[in-house]
Every structure is written in structure tokens, then in C-alpha cells.
């Protein structure tokens, strides 16, 4: 009799096992991130703020592990590698996305953003989610939007408070077809180049300016080599978060809910630390030297119209559907 209890009761102990449903057991994972800022720039503050949040949910099971200064390739290269699997994660300028994704391409529009406050609203908003839902597609997962920040512009010829200003300047811009009509249509003449050559070409006097947010005008030393910062704010430059989707889809649900979770509370840490940056990094410029010019309502309107037709022309290049959509969530975030 207790031989064929204990044999009942090890049969129901196998099946109520076998009936109750598995518990994930959280997997040991260090995922590489690669980031072409230097290792003090404000993204790091994400990446650690990531990685914290990581470890601090699974005992040390998850984090992140940083590569900066471009170590494991520059923006578009190590983009690739995410999406081929060699690389688990990168945090990237939309410019290297754009090429991928154009609903990506739709951030460099001239002048898009009025604030921070509309930054927000559309970095974790629905064209987030709009954009999220397409990336799979290219082999990536979109886990959050930081930032790099408003861009701003440096030349070393004389201060520019006006429209008029740009005219004939030598400007450095990215290798993008939207920031290159930008400039045109400034009246300054736009040199593409590789941003590790800035320095140099600033430096000789191959070009005259070059335009960029002011926490890495700051770190890269510009003010050597610049005399004149105006605080033109002409365009915002976001840092898509991005995994591999072959790594995200080794991950179980659980993990990946953590991984996502982690990502949205770095972009906490990193928000705060570049909107800090922004400010000690012009307080740095004005102490080197730098002249600082903010321009005037009426001078920054002058700006957008020169540009407006950069729109317009850039609808090719962003897509109908995600101008429409964009510009349309923007619309109801200024109540018109």
C-alpha cells in the first residue's frame, strides 16, 4: 500500500510538472553596442544607463558592452554588421539609416522641430511606432530614438546673423542629399566629406564651416580651428537604437521585453545628459573664445523660407507616406 501511494504521488508530482507552465530562465548575454561618439559623449550615458537596468533586472545575467570612436566600424559599416548578426547592437545617426529605411530620412528635413517638447512627442510617439514596424524588414529591431541633438553652425570667416551670411561659405555637411540642398539653398556652397577629415579641412582652410550639435563641435576641438558658432538649430540629428533582429529572435519573450524596457530607460539617462551637454558645451565654446551668435525670430524665419523648398524636393528621397504621416502628427502637436 505505501509503495503504490508513493508510486500515485510521483506520478501526480511528473504530471502537475509537466501540465504547469515552463519559467524562462533568464540567458547570460553581453551584447556588443557600437557608437562612433567618443566614450564621454552623451550617448555613453544611455549605453550605461541601459546596461544598468539590464543588470539590475536579471542579477547580472544581461548587459551592454560599449565600442565608441567607431572601434567596430564607422555608422554604416557597423550597421551592416547588426544586420548581418556579427555585431548585437548599434546606436547610429539616421543618416546611416536612411539609406536602409526612408522613413529614417524624413529626421533631416530643415528645420522639422520647434523643441524639445515636440522631439519627444514624436521620438516615442506613433511615427516611432510607424517607423519600428518597417525595420524588421531590413534585419532590425528598433528598441528606442535618442539623440545627438539640434545642429548648429561654426565657419571661421565671419558671424552669421542672417540669411545673407551663408552666402559663398565653404560648408562641411554629411555625404546626404537633403543637407546638401539645405546648404544650396542658403547660398553656401556644401562640401560632402567623411567627419574624421573635418578637423583637417577646417584647419587648412579647404572649407570655411561645418555644422554640427554643440556637445561635439565641443569634444572635437572645433573651436581651434572656428572662430563664428550661431546658434542656428537647423536641424535635429536622432540616434536610432537598433539590435540585430537575428540576435532578437534568439532571445526569449522575456528577454526581449527586457531588453525593450532597458532601452526606453536609457533613453531617459541619455536625454538628460545631452540636454546637460548642450548647455556646459556652449558655456566650453564662449571660455575658448568662440563668438556666439543667436539669431532673431525674424532672421530664423527668413532661414525656413529660403528652405522650404527642400521639402518638396526631399519627398522622393523620404517617401509620401512618411512626409504625410509625420507632418501631420506635427501639425496636431502645434493644435493646428
Known amino acids: 500500500m505505501k509503495r503504490s501511494m508513493k508510486s500515485l504521488l510521483g506520478t501526480a508530482l511528473v504530471a502537475a510538472a509537466l501540465a504547469a507552465?515552463?519559467?524562462?530562465?533568464?540567458?547570460?548575454?553581453?551584447?556588443?553596442?557600437?557608437?562612433?561618439?567618443?566614450?564621454d559623449h552623451p550617448v555613453s550615458a544611455g549605453i550605461k544607463g541601459m546596461s544598468e537596468c539590464l543588470a539590475d533586472k536579471t542579477d547580472g545575467k544581461?548587459?551592454?558592452?560599449g565600442f565608441y570612436n567607431g572601434e567596430l566600424g564607422d555608422d554604416a559599416e557597423a550597421t551592416q554588421s547588426v544586420r548581418s548578426g556579427s555585431i548585437e547592437m548599434?546606436?547610429?545617426?539616421?543618416?546611416?539609416?536612411?539609406?536602409?529605411?526612408?522613413?529614417?530620412?524624413?529626421f533631416e528635413l530643415p528645420f522639422l522641430f520647434d523643441s524639445d517638447s515636440e522631439v519627444d512627442a514624436v521620438m516615442t510617439g506613433p511615427y516611432y511606432d510607424h517607423v519600428a514596424a518597417r525595420m524588421p524588414a531590413h534585419d532590425l529591431v528598433l528598441l528606442s530614438i535618442w539623440e545627438n541633438g539640434f545642429r548648429?553652425?561654426?565657419n571661421n570667416k565671419h558671424a552669421i546673423t542672417r540669411a545673407?551670411?551663408?552666402?559663398?561659405l565653404n560648408f562641411r555637411v554629411m555625404q546626404n542629399p537633403i543637407f546638401l540642398d539645405t546648404f544650396r539653398r542658403l547660398g553656401a556652397n556644401p562640401v560632402p566629406m567623411a567627419f574624421g577629415e573635418v578637423f583637417t579641412a577646417l584647419e587648412t582652410g579647404a572649407v570655411d564651416g561645418q555644422e554640427n550639435p554643440l556637445p561635439l563641435i565641443q569634444a572635437s576641438r572645433f573651436y581651434e580651428v572656428q572662430k563664428y558658432l550661431t546658434l542656428t538649430r537647423h536641424a535635429y540629428s536622432p540616434t536610432p537604437v537598433l539590435m540585430s533582429k537575428k540576435v532578437w529572435d534568439g532571445l526569449d519573450p522575456e528577454e526581449q521585453a527586457l531588453v525593450q524596457t532597458c532601452a526606453t530607460e536609457g533613453r531617459v539617462k541619455q536625454i538628460e545628459r545631452s540636454r546637460a551637454a548642450v548647455d556646459e558645451a556652449l558655456?566650453?565654446?564662449?571660455?575658448?573664445?568662440?563668438?556666439?551668435?543667436?539669431?532673431?525670430?525674424?532672421?530664423?524665419?527668413?532661414?525656413?523660407?529660403?528652405?522650404?523648398?527642400?521639402y518638396e524636393a526631399a519627398i522622393p528621397t523620404v517617401g509620401q507616406e512618411n512626409y504625410d504621416l509625420l507632418t501631420a502628427e506635427l501639425k496636431k502637436l502645434r493644435g493646428n
Do not use: C, W, Y
Request: proline fraction near 5%; hydrophobic fraction near 45%.
Open 164 to 168: 545673407e551670411d551663408f552666402a559663398g
Open 90 to 106: 548599434v546606436v547610429t545617426g539616421a543618416a546611416a539609416i536612411g539609406g536602409i529605411e526612408p522613413a529614417m530620412s524624413a
Open 152 to 154: 548648429n553652425s561654426t
Open 62 to 65: 544581461m548587459k551592454l558592452r
Open 283 to 310: 558655456a566650453e565654446l564662449k571660455e575658448h573664445g568662440m563668438e556666439v551668435t543667436e539669431l532673431t525670430p525674424e532672421a530664423t524665419a527668413h532661414l525656413r523660407e529660403l528652405v522650404a523648398p527642400v
Open 21 to 39: 507552465p515552463a519559467q524562462a530562465e533568464i540567458g547570460r548575454h553581453t551584447f556588443k553596442v557600437s557608437n562612433g561618439a567618443a566614450e
